[in-house]
């Protein structure tokens, strides 16, 4: 087995289930756990592996509404605009991106009012160019990218 099909593997199913037992993923990859070991090890150092983090039903805990919104401020307020997002606790996931836009972001709040009353309180502390706004209805499919080690190789 190649070093990347070989890397490609373990990190599969450490994405299916990152705390799976070294002893049950040597049995799956038929890699030493002492390889496993320090490969794990490895990949943390250099920031392959960045965290280990569970997802959640953030509905199941009473927070209903998910929204994704595209957002874009003037160049000197850029910085700011980014500054405010990162410090949000209920933005769940923040992108830099570009096509007219400079931020992508995921909130989750209780409801739409939350959602809308967030945006406003931005709006107060940065003047923004454009924003548009999407509220996630239904998720079909999250963090699925290299998670099944039936593909990897393919």
Do not use: C
Not at 65 to 88: F, M, N, T, Y
Not at 101 to 118: L, N, Q, R
Not at 136 to 144: D, F, Q, T, Y
């Amino acid at each position: 087995m190649k070093n990347l099909e070989r890397d490609l593997l373990i990190l599969s199913h450490l994405r299916r289930d990152a705390r799976v037992k070294l002893t049950k993923l040597s049995r799956a990859t038929r890699i030493p756990v002492s390889t496993l070991f320090d490969k794990i090890k490895a990949y943390q150092v250099q920031g392959v592996l960045k965290k280990n983090a569970s997802l959640v039903d953030f509905g199941l805990l009473g927070y209903q509404a998910r929204a994704l919104i595209l957002l874009s401020a003037h160049k000197k307020d850029r910085a700011k605009l980014g500054e405010v997002l990162r410090k949000s606790k209920s933005v769940n996931s923040l992108f830099k991106v570009n096509n007219g836009w400079d931020f992508s972001v995921e909130v989750v709040f209780p409801g739409m009012k939350e959602v809308e009353e967030f945006i406003e309180g931005v709006e107060e502390q940065v003047s923004l160019k454009g924003k548009s706004v999407f509220y996630v209805i239904e998720e079909l499919k999250r963090e699925a990218f290299l998670s099944n080690p039936a593909l990897v190789g393919i």
